[in-house]
Every structure is written in C-alpha cells, then in structure tokens.
C-alpha cells in the first residue's frame, strides 16, 4: 500500500508565494512521473505541473514562468513552489504520482493525493 501526505497549502495575497510538498510513503518500489493537478470551484481538475524520473518538466501555460516543480528522490518527495500567485490560482491542489510496488515492481498504477487548500486573495 502506498500512501500520498500533502502539506503546504494555505492563505496567501496575491503576488505571494507558497510552497507544497507531497511525500509518498509505503510498499515503494519506483516512482516514474510525479505531479501536481487542480481543481477549482465549478471546474474539471487540470494538469499544473509534472516531473518524471529524468527531471524532465512541463507546465499548464497559465503557470509557466510562475511555478516550478522538483523532486527528491532521496525522500519520495515531489515539490511545488508558487511565485507570483493570483486569485485565478485558488483551487484545491493535488497529487498524483505513478509508482510501481514492492509487491509487483513491474505493474505502475496511479495514487492520488488528499488534496491541499490554496487560497489566493486580491
């Protein structure tokens, strides 16, 4: 079993920045791509960002320039850092990463995250 813990949302104003983190824990044999959705109110959860094990990276153009993601592999942790945020940015942030077990190291399956509250205020 693997679990996701997410910390690092929050309140913040406009132009702030804020940092999240989310560590994967459990039966880890590998973790191949990790990354970060949203969802706001009223709308579909969205891609923001996603690493994969070669540190390649992509972004929703709406973050681009804004937001950056890194991982640890050391620690099964994936980071978002948040500069520059707007109200447009307020949705509930999750993660998602695609992992394969100790159990059946060859079989990758996707765990999502808890989600974490971020708040930006004008």
């Known amino acids: 079993q693997v679990q996701l813990v997410e910390s690092g949302g929050g309140l913040v104003q406009a132009g702030g920045s804020l940092r999240l983190s989310c560590a994967a824990s459990g039966s880890i044999f590998s973790i191949n791509v990790m990354g970060w959705y949203r969802q706001a109110p009223g709308k579909q959860r969205e891609l923001v960002a996603a690493?994969?094990?070669?540190?390649?990276?992509s972004f929703a153009n709406s973050v681009k320039g804004r937001f950056t993601i890194s991982r640890d592999n050391a620690k099964n942790t994936v980071y978002l850092q948040m500069n520059s945020l707007k109200p447009e940015d307020t949705a509930v942030y999750y993660c998602?990463?695609?992992?394969?077990?100790?159990?059946?190291?060859?079989?990758?399956?996707?765990?999502w995250g808890q989600g974490t509250l971020v708040t930006v205020s004008s």
């Open positions: 690493i994969t094990g070669g540190r390649s990276t």
């Open positions: 998602n990463v695609v992992i394969s077990s100790l159990e059946n190291p060859n079989r990758y399956f996707e765990v």
